[in-house]
């Protein structure tokens, strides 16, 4: 049997012809998991489920009413229309602990694949139950709260209603943010400042961060839609300092940090620009007094993100324009982050004999894109350029040319000049003298000094310049021969 289980356990393709006997397989082994059964009997029963909740044609006897009350049952989560706080936590044998990590596994298929499950699991307040297991676990197992927080980021991604009921009944945000702390240990030094990681900090462990994404992925959910209530903003300037204390942080490997780094823009991207400052703002770390005492350690990480986006060169709608967004959004309210990220990205122009597109530079990079073929792209790319020239049409087209801003410019309808509708404080744009002596000569198209172009009849003898001189002319009069014949 456990061979057969073996062999199965990586199915993900069915065939159609047992549809009705996988069908009715799910609704024989629910009548097992029904029964007073040993716990061995009950992983292998909810295992095999498993499997076969991957098929979504199969699921009707699962995404009843019944069904999901055995499955929650099995998962030790109380449900039911009453809902209730209360958990069904009792000591657990490991034998135990497995039958509530196969329940809850199949509960996230279940939820994912089926409709009429979804719909179950808001009746039954299934989020109330999780909730409810977050509260109390302090130190559980491991793959309990990493379920329980991946089923919980899947009501709350399909069911709005569920979404709004965590936001405000259930307060998740606040609870989430808990677990966050819990699980990467953090220790508070002020309001919105989480002690500096340091140098030698170790890795986060691989099952921290596993359960630390699904928590990050549930809060993305929550704070989709308005978060303000009474003490809302307290509640998300919290979750600002979290993140970037994890921007600060690394995996146990390259890949999983890019996801975590990801994971905290994204949520980052949901949240007030007014909560940005708490990113700079770090009275007992310190930062740079030419940023007037800001802290720029989580800015860098998200400039060093967004180019190592660019360089992959794919998927930038996914994978780059939630940074974009992210920074231009924080430059226009922010101006120590603008002024830094200029700093960086636009330094004082030496280099105007190359097209602006051209090159390694983060500039050219990004200035490439804003002729890219997907709209999004271009235009989050374009807009961060602009936000950080103050949104001065003159400044944009000094770094970019006119031909690369032609797009931004036709969509703000700035075509003949001027500026956004953004107030910026009057500071820094000097010019570097190397840029003064070359802006007369500079091509406002390519936004470069081109080379001249040669004389083509220079090197002609006169015998030549005749000759040429000669097949123009002829040229001409077949162009007024043909013009008078379409004329008659």
Known sequence: MYTVFFQNSRTFTFDPKEEDLRSRLCQGLLTVLGRQVGSCCQSTCLETLRILSRDKRVLGPVGTREGMLVLAGLARLQAGEEGGDSLQEDAQTEEEERVVVEALKCLCNVVFNSVAAQQVGADVQLARGLCARLHAARAGCHEVGLFSLRLLFLLSALRPDVRGGLQRELHAVGLLTEVLERTLDLRWVGPYEVAHPGLQALPIPAEDNERAMEALKALFNLTLSDTSDEGGDHQLRLVTAIMRHLLMLKTQTEDKTEEAHSHAINLLSNLPVSCLDVLIDLPVQGGQEEYSGKNMDAVQVLLDFMEKRIDKGANYKEGLTPVLSLLTEGSRYHREIRRYIKTQVLPPLKEVKVRPEIGSTVRNKLVR???????????????????????????????????NAAGLLVARGLLAGGRGETLYSDDEDSDTEEYKSAKPFINPITGHVEEPMPNPIEDMTEEQKEYEAQKLVNMFDKLSSHREGVES
């Open 369 to 403: 894109l804003m002729t890219h073929v997907d709209m999004g792209v271009k235009q989050s790319a374009a807009e961060f350029l602009f936000v950080l020239c103050k949104e001065s049409v003159d400044h944009l087209l000094k770094y970019t040319g006119y031909g």
